[in-house]
């Protein structure tokens, strides 16, 4: 392996114990519940989801999991 390689690899390492380095602004998930599999997505601060669920309140529990995990990494809109 040359030494650009091994510098880059490097550096993906030093970045990934920083992530407070990463901002997600926009995403699309492919999300398996446990009844069928859901479409979400996160764009400019907001969450949406193909379930029924989310059609009928504007939040579900796959949006719910989603922001738990990803957290403060997260975009707020505006930001």
């Given at each position: 392996m040359?030494?650009?390689?091994?510098?880059?690899?490097?550096?993906?390492k030093?970045?990934?114990e920083?992530?407070?380095?990463?901002?997600?602004?926009?995403?699309?998930?492919?999300?398996?519940?446990?009844?069928?599999?859901?479409?979400?997505t996160?764009?400019?601060?907001?969450?949406?989801?193909?379930?029924?669920?989310?059609?009928?309140?504007?939040?579900?529990?796959?949006?719910?999991?989603?922001?738990?995990?990803?957290?403060?990494?997260?975009?707020?809109?505006?930001?």
């Open positions: 040359d030494s650009a390689m091994v510098s880059k690899i490097e550096k993906a030093r970045y990934a920083e992530p407070e380095r990463v901002t997600i602004t926009q995403m699309t998930v492919r999300f398996k519940g446990d009844h069928d599999v859901h479409i979400v996160f764009d400019q601060g907001k969450w949406s989801c193909t379930c029924h669920f989310f059609s009928q309140r504007g939040v579900c529990s796959h949006s719910m999991a989603l922001e738990r995990i990803f957290g403060e990494r997260l975009m707020e809109a505006g930001a």
